[in-house]
């Protein structure tokens, strides 16, 4: 059973950083594409971030550019979530989810993964 396993999530003030991590086990995770969602209370999961496996290519939302960088350590198993210049708005659940190699040519929608974490909590206070 693939695991991912998320940390790094807390309580920080508005225009602060916090740095998520995601480790991987029981997969291959070097040809795993690999993303960042978020969910807020009452809202649908939305993307954040995705990484893919030859860590080439980045995508972001919109809401997160310049603020948020996806990056990973195939070595290490890990994926992580740099997060700065944080916002109220930006309070959420954040799961780490991968994708198996074919299992979609996609990389913002939920579906586009077939394996998740559990969630760290992120809030920002204003």
């Known amino acids: 059973q693939v695991q991912l396993v998320e940390s790094g999530g807390g309580l920080v003030q508005a225009g602060g950083s916090l740095r998520l991590s995601c480790a991987a086990s029981?997969?291959?995770?070097?040809?795993?594409?690999m993303g960042w969602f978020r969910q807020a209370p009452g809202k649908e999961r939305e993307f954040v971030a995705a990484?893919?496996?030859?860590?080439?290519?980045?995508y972001y939302a919109d809401s997160v550019k310049g603020r948020f960088t996806i990056s990973r350590d195939n070595a290490k198993n890990t994926v992580y979530l740099q997060m700065n210049s944080l916002k109220p708005d930006d309070t959420a659940v954040y799961y780490c989810?991968?994708?198996?190699?074919?299992?979609?040519?996609?990389?913002?929608?939920?579906?586009?993964?077939?394996?998740w974490g559990q969630g760290t909590q992120v809030t920002v206070s204003s």
């Open positions: 989810a991968a994708a198996d190699p074919g299992h979609s040519y996609y990389y913002t929608r939920p579906y586009d993964y077939n394996y």
């Open positions: 029981r997969i291959i995770f070097s040809i795993n594409d």
């Open positions: 990484i893919n496996r030859n860590d080439v290519s980045t």
